[in-house]
């Protein structure tokens, strides 16, 4: 029993949770399986490195939210040349716009799967129900209702318990692993973190710090109260690691089915999550399809407003809109048709003849690009004691960022770099 006035473990969590479990939408589950599919587990080590540098730069997002009252575009917009952050927000909401279309189709096409009729009625249903529900339903009520969606990640961890796994071979790879110089896995590595990694988590996470902070009258920015923030860095600590560990075991086991049921099996051409549940029911049976089917419906289903959600606040605060999904709709129109903007707009676009799967895998890549000149400027403001006050990052969660920066950074390059390669 929790000691009385002291919130139970569970109402602690809360942006970081939903901010990993939102990591794993469809269109990662389809990277994820397309990876997994076309090397094996030799690909396996890279969501182990990709940990604890999502941990370091999501803390540190967080703590911006929470230090300062504001989200990190407000932040970035006060420090920086404004034509720079709506450069930046733009490709933001535009990699958005392409990332919930590919998980709003993933939502339809599921759910065919399991019930049959349209997959486009499916998907229409889905991202009207999100809109609505973020326009008209205050974030405190609808926040538990995604850390309810949150358990449909556990559909994966079943998955692998249901099939034969080679674990002394996967160990070996994650030790050991074999780094083929192609042009192809270094891109499939880059695609790994940019999913892991993605600029839409650092303003997600940040801006609903911030706007939590708003709507609680015992909150206020650490800056201002220095007294709440021992509490208040370790809930953010334990929300983040927590979050994020979700978020990579889920990924680890995706990758995992993929490599022991697919490519094994010589299925090595993954389209989309449909296609990996499909190609899983015949070699893991029918338990294992219906657990990975419902799974990227529940994961759909918690990413999109998080997707649209974090564009409308990066929008809303670059260019000085009432922001907040606390707000009545009246007063942050604005905000609010940026949220409808998006998922319609996803929605409208999966319903186009363009190959989802190519949207997918290039959207994921085009997010480790953008995300190292965001992470730059996060840490830069992060360090400054004019933003933080008296809370700018530790050294140890300083170092930690920097090095994610750094092996972002260091994928893009040996992506471009191989691509110069001879074929072989």
């Known amino acids: 029993m929790p000691k009385a006035g002291k919130p139970s473990w569970w109402k602690r969590l809360g942006a970081g949770l939903i901010t990993g479990a939102a990591d794993d939408d469809p269109s990662g589950i389809a990277t994820y399986s397309q990876v997994g599919a076309a090397f094996g587990t030799g690909i396996l080590w890279t969501v182990l490195l990709a940990l604890p540098l999502m941990i370091g730069i999501q803390a540190v997002s967080a703590r911006v939210g929470r230090v300062t009252g504001a989200g990190l575009a407000r932040n970035l917009r006060a420090e920086f040349p404004v034509p720079l952050v709506a450069v930046a927000v733009v490709l933001l909401a535009a990699a958005n716009v392409i990332n919930l279309s590919a998980d709003i189709g993933a939502i339809g096409a599921a759910t065919k799967l399991l019930l049959g009729g349209p997959a486009a009625l499916y998907a229409a249903v889905a991202a009207v129900l999100s809109v609505l529900l973020q326009i008209f339903v205050p974030f405190g009520r609808y926040m538990p209702i995604l850390k309810l969606?949150?358990?449909?990640?556990f559909a994966y961890v079943a998955t692998v318990l249901m099939i034969r796994v080679p674990w002394l071979q996967v160990l070996k790879d994650m030790v050991w692993?074999?780094?083929?110089?192609?042009?192809?896995?270094?891109?499939?590595?880059?695609?790994?973190?940019?999913?892991?990694?993605?600029?839409?988590?650092?303003?997600?996470?940040?801006?609903?710090?911030?706007?939590?902070?708003?709507?609680?009258?015992?909150?206020?920015?650490?800056?201002?109260?220095?007294?709440?923030?021992?509490?208040?860095?370790?809930?953010?600590?334990?929300?983040?690691?927590?979050g994020m560990v979700l978020s990579e075991v889920v990924a680890f086991c995706i990758i995992l089915?993929?490599?022991?049921?697919?490519?094994?099996?010589?299925?090595?051409?993954?389209?989309?999550?449909?296609?990996?549940?499909?190609?899983?029911?015949?070699?893991?049976?029918?338990?294992?399809?219906?657990?990975?089917?419902?799974?990227?419906?529940?994961?759909?289903?918690?990413?999109?407003?998080?997707?649209?959600?974090?564009?409308?606040?990066?929008?809303?605060?670059?260019?000085?809109?009432?922001?907040?999904?606390?707000?009545?709709?009246?007063?942050?129109?604005?905000?609010?048709?940026?949220?409808?903007?998006?998922?319609?707009?996803?929605?409208?676009?999966?319903?186009?003849?363009?190959?989802?799967?190519?949207?997918?895998?290039?959207?994921?890549?085009?997010?480790?690009?953008?995300?190292?000149?965001?992470?730059?400027?996060?840490?830069?403001?992060?360090?400054?004691?004019?933003?933080?006050?008296?809370?700018?990052?530790?050294?140890?969660?300083?170092?930690?960022?920097?090095?994610?920066?750094?092996?972002?950074?260091?994928?893009?390059?040996?992506?471009?770099?191989?691509?110069?390669?001879?074929?072989?």
């Open 149 to 153: 969606l949150t358990f449909s990640l």
């Open 177 to 242: 692993p074999s780094v083929p110089l192609k042009t192809d896995f270094a891109v499939a590595i880059v695609a790994v973190m940019g999913t892991t990694i993605s600029p839409y988590l650092f303003f997600w996470q940040s801006s609903q710090e911030a706007d939590e902070t708003k709507a609680d009258s015992r909150r206020t920015p650490l800056k201002h109260a220095p007294a709440q923030a021992p509490r208040a860095l370790k809930r953010i600590y334990v929300d983040t690691i927590v």
């Open 257 to 424: 089915a993929a490599a022991v049921v697919l490519h094994a099996h010589g299925k090595t051409d993954i389209r989309t999550s449909a296609d990996a549940a499909m190609a899983l029911k015949p070699v893991a049976g029918r338990f294992a399809f219906l657990l990975f089917s419902s799974g990227i419906i529940g994961t759909g289903l918690l990413a999109i407003p998080v997707l649209a959600g974090s564009a409308a606040f990066a929008l809303g605060e670059t260019f000085k809109w009432r922001t907040g999904l606390e707000q009545k709709p009246g007063r942050a129109k604005l905000f609010y048709g940026a949220i409808a903007a998006a998922t319609l707009g996803g929605m409208a676009l999966s319903f186009t003849p363009m190959d989802p799967i190519k949207m997918l895998f290039w959207s994921a890549v085009i997010n480790g690009v953008v995300a190292v000149p965001l992470m730059v400027l996060i840490m830069l403001i992060a360090s400054r004691r004019k933003t933080m006050g008296r809370f700018p990052i530790p050294a140890a969660l300083k170092v930690l960022s920097w090095v994610a920066t750094g092996v972002m950074g260091a994928a893009t390059i040996i992506m471009f770099a191989t691509a110069l390669l001879p074929k072989r």
